[in-house]
């Protein structure tokens, strides 16, 4: 009697839909949200609301806006201003939304496994072998126990006949065929990396305030930034796992450590770049390649590299020496080089992988793009615009390597190919780039 609309099956696949659209309307937001702190600290209005989490203890800033005036006309170019205000306001407001959304994909990821332990019992009382993973959560189905089903795609071994059918000397079952491409199909929610992504959105909260609260201390602002950046490698891991994705060459493998190199410099060019606009040291050399005319300004990097101190000042509360902001922004800089060429050379080099053609591409404009607004927060005298697609370029290289990441561990995992070292492999050619 019960239509397929109404089973329990179809219900379970239409929650694991909504969870993957709001997965992916979270992972949006956070990409937003960390341009959107580029934006509230280049416009200055990370004090905007000097206290937390409201607004002079208020919901709105339109709760306090007699008090945001007086402190306005008393000092105009001051942290507090109407617009500074909202600005500050808004970024908490989006920053809670998310909150929210990644409590309910917590919840709805716990509620999917339920679901699917329920359909596996069931199958198993009567007599069943239930797909695995059960059908809550699964977008592929037919998919095989693993996660990554290395006979997907797979190529023919040598030993194996051509494609259109098996000749008469087929050799039968002995001919197994070889995986040449990793295909990891959509996956059920993780739970724990769910749960642990809200744990780790509310250490980011805990940031947020304390970058409010400390008065912009450069290590604690630094740090709210890495933290939404962790944050989208978790939303991203997340989404990976239950997006799954195409083939990909077995080739791609060998990239994996590669790929964790890039993944790490990445990370620290990143946390170099938080901390030359969290020091405001942007505009410390306004030349390029150079800096202050020499490959070599003079730079107090002991100064510069202090991390427990105020915005400003060293740790014995002296002015920052200019050479300590030469030597932020120059490091900066000069990582990026390596970065440049570690990164590049990966990108460059994927182009030709299959599965990895896009990504490798799309690595290859953004850095080109990193490049440009790095280049034009010098030039420009540091734009806007300019300075939070900077920071977006961040997250998306990060994203994309983590993409690499992921696919290559995916190809790392295949079974072994035996080497028949008397006759040529057709496996071991070039991989032809798709479309190519
Ligand atoms: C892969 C290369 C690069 C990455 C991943 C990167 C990343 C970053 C990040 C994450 C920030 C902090 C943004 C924020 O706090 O919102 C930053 C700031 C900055 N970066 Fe880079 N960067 C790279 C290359 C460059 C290059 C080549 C230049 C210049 C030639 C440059 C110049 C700057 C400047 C001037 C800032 C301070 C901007 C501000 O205060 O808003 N960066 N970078």
Redo the contacts with the bound molecule.
């Keep these: 009697m019960s239509s397929a609309a109404s089973s329990p099956a179809s219900s379970a696949a239409s929650s694991a839909s909504a969870f993957r659209k709001l997965l992916f309307f979270a992972l949006f937001l956070t990409f937003d949200l960390?341009?959107f702190?580029?934006f509230v600290?280049?416009t200055d209005a990370g004090l905007g609301c000097p206290d937390w989490p409201g607004c002079y203890g208020k919901i709105t800033p339109l709760g306090a806006l007699d008090t945001i005036r007086a402190e306005a006309a008393e000092r105009p170019q001051g942290p507090v201003t109407e617009f500074k205000a909202w600005v500050e306001m808004l970024h908490r407001y989006v920053a809670a939304g998310l909150g929210l959304i990644i409590i309910a994909l917590a919840v709805m990821a716990t509620r999917l496994r339920r679901a699917r332990l329920a359909e596996a019992r069931v199958d198993a009382s009567h007599g069943r072998r239930p797909p695995p993973g059960g059908t809550a959560g699964r977008a592929a189905p037919g998919v095989a126990g693993s996660r990554i089903t290395p006979g997907a795609g797979a190529r023919m071994a040598p030993e194996d006949p051509p494609a259109g059918g098996l000749p008469p000397s087929s050799p039968g079952p002995a001919a197994r065929p070889l995986p040449a491409e990793a295909a990891t199909p959509a996956a059920p929610p993780g739970v724990a990396l769910a749960w642990f992504t809200l744990v780790w959105i509310i250490l980011q909260g805990i940031f947020g305030a304390w970058t409010v609260t400390l008065k912009l201390k450069p290590l604690v602002?630094?740090g709210h930034?890495l933290g939404g950046?962790i944050l989208f490698g978790l939303l991203l891991a997340q989404a990976v796992r239950v997006a799954g994705h195409p083939p990909v060459a077995r080739e791609a493998g060998r990239y994996l450590r590669w790929g964790a190199l890039a993944l790490a410099m990445?990370f620290v060019?990143?946390?170099?770049?938080?901390?030359?606009?969290?020091n405001?040291?942007?505009?410390a050399?306004r030349d390029?390649?150079a800096c202050q005319g020499e490959f070599w300004p003079p730079m107090d990097f002991a100064a510069g590299f202090e991390l427990w101190r105020r915005l400003g000042v060293t740790g014995e509360g002296a002015a920052l020496p200019f050479q300590a902001l030469t030597a932020i922004?120059y490091t900066?800089?000069l990582f990026?080089?390596a970065?440049?060429a570690v990164?590049g050379l990966l990108a460059w080099r994927i182009r030709r992988v299959g599965g990895l053609e896009r990504v490798g591409d799309t690595l290859v404009a953004v850095?080109v793009l990193?490049?440009v607004?790095?280049?034009t927060?010098?030039f420009l005298d540091?734009p806007l615009v300019?300075?939070?697609l900077?920071?977006g370029?961040?997250?998306a290289?990060?994203g994309l390597l983590l993409v690499v990441l992921f696919r290559a561990r995916a190809a790392a995992a295949l079974p072994p190919v035996a080497v028949d070292s008397t006759r040529a492999s057709p496996l071991s050619g070039p991989p032809a780039r798709a479309g190519a």
Aim: net charge positive; glycine share 10%; proline share 2%.
């Design positions: 960390i341009m702190g580029a600290r280049v602002v630094t930034l950046m990445l060019q990143i946390t170099l770049g938080g901390w030359v606009s969290t405001y040291a942007t505009l050399c390029f390649p922004h900066h800089r990026a080089y970065v440049f990164v850095l990193q490049l607004t790095g280049l927060n010098i540091w300019a300075a939070v900077h920071t370029g961040a997250a290289l990060l």
